[in-house]
């Protein structure tokens, strides 16, 4: 029925995603950040963007995670992190619970699942490349600028003023 | 060895053969005749006789992962180039290396270590993670070994390639800061950490020259994928150091310093810190994150600067493909090597600033001039 | 399907079987006396006192944040790089340029408070 590969990869998001949420040692929240980068990369490659996976893996888990590991371990200052699991986690296991009933229903009843998907080649560089700058110029320049803008800022607020 | 150290090995294999041997037999006797042999013969059987006809046919997956290119034919390789290294640094230094394994000049010399290694007491730090410090070297050396799945000797012998394998390889190579900082925060040292931390930042800012500088090579190329790389040199009838020299010696440096090697070693800094951000490993562990893993990356590393910059596995006929790509890629190694005997070690700060500043700017430089040589030129 | 990237894995996962062995056989074999000397973390040979000093190389930090926005900068480089032939270069390369340019500034800026050693 489904693809056992899809299923594996889902599974492997699901689990790292709640593994690293609900770690009690923060290092190993960032360490499961890291492997859930990776398996959303193995989700693009299913989906035929072997491209968008490779920048998944190069830059969520090559810079991202890198940083806020780098983060957790230098400013945590007690290894255990001890959140009371209050009320509030049941009523967010039964929200969440029934919108995954509500749109597996959806899917069900509208014959979305039985869809074929357009026959597609990978998506590599060449065609991305050709739509980036062809369509996007303007936006990929913005993007630049929006990127410097951040650097200078997050560069600017880190310092320690003098005086 | 002493008395009571034979007689606890004694003890310890005996428990361990109790707990694997009688728990198979209790359980195993009965599901064997109950459930009319269901594993051996339809499962097992074929796949061990699928298994041994694929080990010995060179064009299947198995032979190329497990023997060659792969696994097997890399560990012997790294074997003998730790030796080389060691010799070459040593008759550089006007000593003799290592010379009593083995009946000539030391040769078995990597093997004698990794036995002695194996029978070393791993040493876990008070206060360590355990999951994550004695989890490092396995995965320093998967991401290691993954590497290799990259890099083509030849047409016929690659594993693996695709339109974008120069990415996967730079995206594999990203791993290593976050490896190197776990090992470093799970030895619970503090020196260790600002091994880590140093390795950190070097890894960090030696990585975005390497990627920049093989830009310009993109841009000749037109493809990510390394097999299209040397078919191009092919066509063009020049290695790319030539038209890009400025790539190849930023690559070069770059490559040395994501290595950790001299003189970018300030991470392990063996006479400051010890040995930086693996000091607290003892034994097996040691030689996995501090002579396996890397030098299995300089056979990577090495093996795509020859494929990128020196034309992979081209050359004249009489030597096969094969063994032109081995020979180009020893050729780097023991350059690489050679940097070892001679240079000083840089600082942090120099180090750094190196990285963000020369290396960067020349890596940009080579990109314009690319783009002037491919208006020149016309390359398609 | 898309592009089988099962080598890879396949490579991955045979290293990380034939790696196990090695870690097996010590965990069999070597002995394990645990002292308390060897259990404690090693500083060369003198007792183990006070936190790391990790506040020197906090001046580095720029270098961390600049690194994450390059590397997004140089994948979308790449994707220009791989499609350079097939754009018209007259349009393409004032765009890039353009993108290249508007990133010095952040980069001359962050150098230049990485050295300034006092601002940390």
């Known amino acids: 029925m489904v693809d056992p590969a899809f299923l594996l990869v889902s599974g492997l998001v699901v689990a790292t995603s709640i593994l690293a949420i609900e770690s009690r040692q923060l290092v190993y929240g960032a360490v499961n950040l890291a492997l859930m980068f990776l398996a959303v990369a193995g989700m693009f490659i299913l989906l035929d963007a072997p491209f968008i996976a490779m920048f998944q893996i190069f830059v969520n888990v090559g810079a991202v995670a890198i940083l806020v590991l780098f983060t957790v371990m230098l400013v945590s200052t007690e290894r255990w992190a001890r959140v009371p699991r209050g009320r509030e986690f049941w009523a967010a296991l039964g929200t969440s619970g029934l919108t995954v009933l509500a749109l597996v229903s959806i899917v069900a009843r509208t014959g979305l699942a039985d869809v074929p998907p357009p026959p597609a080649a990978p998506t590599v560089g060449p065609e991305i490349g050709v739509v980036m700058l062809g369509n996007y110029g303007v936006a990929l320049v913005l993007l630049g600028i929006l990127l410097a803008a951040s650097v200078i800022g997050a560069v600017a607020l880190a310092k320690v003023e003098k005086g | 060895m002493a008395v009571t150290d034979i007689w606890q090995m004694i003890k310890r294999l005996a428990e361990l053969s109790f707990w694997l041997l009688v728990p198979i037999t209790l359980f195993g006797i009965p599901a064997y005749y109950a459930l009319e042999r269901p594993i051996i013969q339809p499962y097992v059987l074929p796949f061990l006789t699928r298994l041994m006809s694929e080990l010995m046919d060179p064009a299947s997956l198995t032979f190329k992962v497990i023997l060659y290119p792969g696994f097997t034919f890399v560990v012997i390789y790294a074997a003998f180039l730790v030796l080389i290294e060691r010799k070459l640094a040593a008759k550089v230094q006007l000593r003799v290396g290592p010379q009593y394994a083995g009946r000539y000049e030391g040769v078995l010399q990597s093997f004698a270590d990794m036995f002695k290694a194996l029978s070393k007491e791993v040493i876990v730090p008070a206060g360590a993670d355990r999951l994550i410090f004695l989890s490092a070297p396995i995965i320093s050396m998967v991401v290691a070994g993954t590497l290799l799945a990259v890099v083509p000797p030849s047409p016929q012998s690659l594993i693996f390639d695709s339109p974008v394998s120069l990415l996967l390889f730079f995206s594999v190579i990203s791993f290593s800061p976050l490896v190197i900082l776990l090992a470093a925060w799970s030895s619970n040292n503090k020196f260790t950490l600002v091994g880590g931390l140093r390795a950190l930042h070097q890894l960090v800012s030696y990585e975005i020259p390497m990627v920049v500088s093989t830009l310009g090579l993109a841009l000749l190329v037109g493809s990510l994928s390394l097999v299209d790389v040397v078919r191009v040199q092919e066509r063009l009838g020049l290695p790319f150091l030539l038209l890009q020299p400025l790539a190849a010696l930023t690559f070069y440096i770059t490559m040395v310093a994501e290595l950790e090697r001299i003189p970018f070693d300030i991470p392990e800094a063996d006479s400051e810190i010890v040995a930086g951000w693996v000091t607290e490993y003892s034994g097996v562990n040691h030689l996995l994150l501090y002579g396996g893993a890397p030098v299995i990356k300089l056979y990577a590393f090495s093996g795509l600067f020859t494929t990128l910059f020196l034309g992979g596995w081209l050359g004249p006929p009489p030597i096969p493909p094969d063994l032109w790509f081995h020979l180009k890629t020893f050729l780097v190694i023991l350059s690489v090597q050679a940097l070892r005997a001679i240079y000083p070690r840089y600082r942090i700060d120099q180090l750094l600033r190196i990285g963000w500043g020369t290396l960067l700017m020349l890596a940009l430089i080579n990109l314009a001039l690319t783009i002037l040589l491919m208006g020149a030129i016309q390359v398609v | ?120």
């Not at chain 3, 645990?34 to 936190?51: D, M, V």
């Not at chain 3, 506040?55 to 790449?78: A, E």
């Open chain 3, 1 to 120: 399907m898309a592009l089988d990237f099962t080598p890879v894995l396949l490579m991955a996962g045979f290293v990380f079987v034939a790696v196990l062995p090695l870690i097996l056989i010590p965990a069999i074999f070597a002995p394990r006396r645990p002292t308390p000397i060897k259990l404690a973390p090693f500083e060369c040979g003198q007792p183990p006192s006070g936190t790391a000093r990790v506040h020197l190389l906090m001046q580095y930090y720029p270098y961390l944040l600049l690194y994450v926005v390059l590397d997004v900068i140089s994948i979308f480089l790449f994707a220009w790089a791989v499609s350079f032939s097939l754009l018209p270069a007259q349009a393409s390369l004032p765009l890039v340029a353009g993108f290249i340019l508007v990133l010095l500034p952040p980069l001359g800026y962050t150098l230049l408070m990485a050295r300034r050693r006092e601002l940390w």
